[in-house]
Each structure stands twice: as C-alpha cells, then as structure tokens.
C-alpha cells in the first residue's frame, strides 16, 4: 500500500506522528496521509495522495508543510517510487475544529 511507505518514509524523515486517521493523542504537530486516488496502466500503479501538516498555529503549519515537500522531493530514491510529483499546496485550515493545517497535493507513481 502507497500510503504505508508513504507514512514509514515521512515518519523517519520528519521525526513527528505521521498518521493515516486522527487518533487521541496525537501532539500539537503531526501529519495525516489520504489516498484521494488511484489508478494503474501497463501493470504501474499511480496514486494521488494529500497530505495535510497540522502545526498549532498558521506559521508553524506552512513551516512543516515546506518540510514536507523537502521530504517528498526525496522519496524517489526509494527502489518502488518511480515519480513524486507536487500537484499544488494550500492553507486547508480545519475552521470546524479550529486546527491550522496546510496541505500538499503529489501524483505518484509506484510498483
């Protein structure tokens, strides 16, 4: 699954909680993946993939959200990644549970 290496790699590169859900617990900074798409041709699978970075403030959530994109330009060093593209990149603050959060975009392409 996309989203498992996805969520491995992130964690040891940001050195924070790197979830799929919500979950209690969780501090101040963390970030969640979602699969928002898939699709496969010629046997190569592609996924879209958002992943939202929650700081507790604006500035803190635009910041891990940078070092996030820094991680992701990375990832195609792992041997079943063949393309990390950004896609975009927004302010997506949770205004119904008052979180700030960014988020980015990335088309893939993985075995």
Do not use: W
């Amino acid at each position: 699954m996309i989203e498992e290496k996805v969520r491995e790699y992130l964690e040891d590169k940001l050195d924070i909680p790197v979830r799929m859900e919500e979950e209690p617990g969780l501090p101040e900074e963390y970030v969640l993946i979602e699969k928002t798409g898939s699709g496969e041709e010629n046997y190569i699978a592609s996924a879209t993939l958002a992943i939202q970075s929650y700081s507790g403030s604006l500035y803190g959530a635009a910041s891990l959200n940078e070092r996030v994109k820094e991680a992701m330009e990375k990832i195609v060093e792992m041997d079943d990644i063949s393309k990390c593209q950004l896609n975009s990149d927004y302010n997506y603050t949770d205004t119904t549970r008052k979180k700030y959060r960014y988020q980015a975009v990335y088309d893939m392409v993985h075995f």
